[in-house]
């Protein structure tokens, strides 16, 4: 761990960009950086677009900034110049020391405005997007990249930058008393395995697969039940009622529980007795920590950056992408073997508290920090 050199009588402030219209993944992990960010660093989060995650910092007591830039382009050479402007001045107004865009898609107007500025610039890349022109050259204007894992760089194709995982807040384990609640809310009874699946309800993360798994259990007479967990906010919910229909299909909907988008869900995760996770693609899977921080055991397909979070046999299984037979007999292991379950549950727990705290996140994340601000001469709160 870096001990930080830098010194600054109050502090030093970090410009967290994010669009924010809804919230996801990168959206949950940028407000846990700025909920544990140490000092002498300071969160401001810029929010581009209106929504809920201005709404989630508003209620967290988290320093805002609102507002709307928009996207740098070659054919708007005056406009682009005069966002650009417009942006330095406004990061200037605010004593930015240091910005950090959330993704690659807004990063050209603040890198162009804190090169403007000489201020540092780090872009976080937490999806795959396309290596195009305008997205290449933000990475490399940028003083450093930061990828969620090795497999999310390999797959853009980039040869430098960071890997730093994401981290979760690591709750306390539910008492017995909520346990029991949320599983009678969640239609299991004391002597049935509660499987869960808990994210967005959308193809990629092959919902699909994990009902027509669960059908399988049933029909070798396993006492399991299913929570959907979570909603389709891309497809206005068109892909959910197709997952219900699907689970009317398989003939498993009446143990099958959709209970669409919740605040509580790392607490209703924390009812379930195994995850799966058979996503088709995953640049991450903050889904898993979360699981693991409860003590709850996984069934993950093998892709993206999810073998760099659950290795096989210690805190979950690992199946092929796109096999719902192996998903099948992962899961029906699990289910038979309580004792495999625990022991998986206990290595997950350790692992959630070694590797994937949001503390060692922040930490890593303000080394960086440093790092990247050591050639430059960060501006006193007196001045710009």
């Not at 290449?136 to 930061?146: N, P, S, T």
């Not at 919740?262 to 209703?268: F, G, N, Q, S, T």
């Amino acid at each position: 761990m870096m001990v930080s050199s830098i010194s600054h009588p109050d502090g030093l402030t970090v410009a967290l960009v994010a669009r924010g219209a809804s919230v996801a993944g990168g959206e949950v992990s940028l407000l846990t950086l700025a909920r544990r960010m140490p000092a002498p660093w300071r969160p401001l989060l810029w929010v581009t677009e209106p929504g809920e995650l201005a709404e989630r910092a508003r209620q967290e007591g988290i320093e805002l900034v609102e507002g709307r830039w928009s996207l740098l382009s070659v054919k708007r050479p005056v406009a682009s110049l005069r966002e650009t402007v417009t942006t330095a001045s406004a990061l200037a107004r605010r004593r930015v020391h240091l910005v950090h865009v959330n993704s690659p898609v807004e990063a050209m107007p603040f890198i162009a405005a804190a090169r403007l500025l000489r201020r540092p610039v780090v872009v976080h890349v937490r999806i795959a997007y396309p290596l195009d022109f305008l997205l290449g050259q933000g990475l490399r204007l940028a003083d450093e990249v930061i990828f969620n894992s090795r497999a999310l760089r390999e797959e853009i194709g980039w040869g430098g930058g960071v890997v730093v995982p994401n981290g979760v807040e690591l709750p306390a384990e539910l008492s017995d008393e909520e346990r029991a609640r949320l599983r009678a809310e969640l239609g299991a009874d004391e002597e049935e395995i509660l499987l869960g699946q808990v994210g967005q309800v959308i193809e990629v993360k092959g919902v699909d697969l994990s009902l027509r798994a669960f059908a399988r259990l049933r029909q070798e007479g396993l006492p399991v039940r299913m929570a959907i967990v979570g909603d389709d906010h891309q497809n206005e919910g068109h892909y959910r009622r197709e997952m219900e229909k699907l689970a009317a299909e398989l003939g498993v909907a009446e143990h099958v529980v959709f209970t669409g988008y919740r605040r509580d869900a790392l607490a209703v995760m924390g009812a379930l007795d195994l995850l799966l996770c058979p996503s088709r693609k995953e640049p991450f899977g903050r889904v898993l920590i979360e699981a693991m921080s409860q003590g709850v055991p996984t069934v993950a397909a093998a892709v993206g950056g999810i073998p760099e979070v659950v290795s096989d046999g210690a805190e979950g299984l690992l199946v092929a992408a796109d096999d719902v037979e192996a998903l099948s007999r992962a899961a029906a292991m699990l289910v038979r073997e309580p004792g495999l379950r625990e022991r998986m549950a206990r290595q997950g727990r350790a692992t959630a508290r070694a590797e994937f705290s949001a503390q060692i996140h922040a930490r890593r994340i303000a080394d960086l920090y440093e790092r990247v601000s050591a050639p430059y001469i960060l501006p006193q709160e007196t001045g710009a």
